[in-house]
């Protein structure tokens, strides 16, 4: 079992930077893809970005060249630096861990966190 807890989000003005964390819990961390996932009001949850317990890393399209994932498999802890927010950044923010080698959706998920909010005004 792994209990996931993120920190970081709150409230910036358009072009600011964040920076989420996510702690982990449990056995397993190093041995887990893991992954962020957003939510905005009124719609599906979709993955943000994704890394491989190998450090290979997955970002959608519109995060590409603005968010950085990583992880310190010795502080079981995953980051999400974020820069150049956008207000269509606005979201509920959650980690994710799964036992597969790759995660590409959030069907392959078995942990998530509680979420954390990230506000992001223009």
């Known amino acids: 079992q792994v209990q996931l807890v993120e920190f970081g989000g709150g409230l910036v003005q358009a072009g600011e930077s964040l920076r989420l964390s996510c702690t982990a819990s449990g056995s397993g961390f190093s041995n887990n893809a893991m992954a962020w996932f957003r939510q905005a009001p009124g719609l599906e949850r979709e993955l943000v970005a994704a890394?491989?317990?190998?450090?290979?890393?997955f970002y959608i399209d519109s995060v590409k060249g603005r968010f950085t994932i990583s992880r310190d498999n010795a502080k079981n802890t995953l980051y999400l630096q974020m820069n150049s927010l956008r207000p269509e950044d606005t979201a509920m923010y959650f980690c994710a861990a799964s036992r597969q080698t790759f995660i590409t959706t959030k069907e392959e998920i078995d942990y998530w966190g509680q979420g954390t909010q990230v506000t992001v005004s223009s």
């Open positions: 890394i491989t317990r190998g450090q290979s890393t």
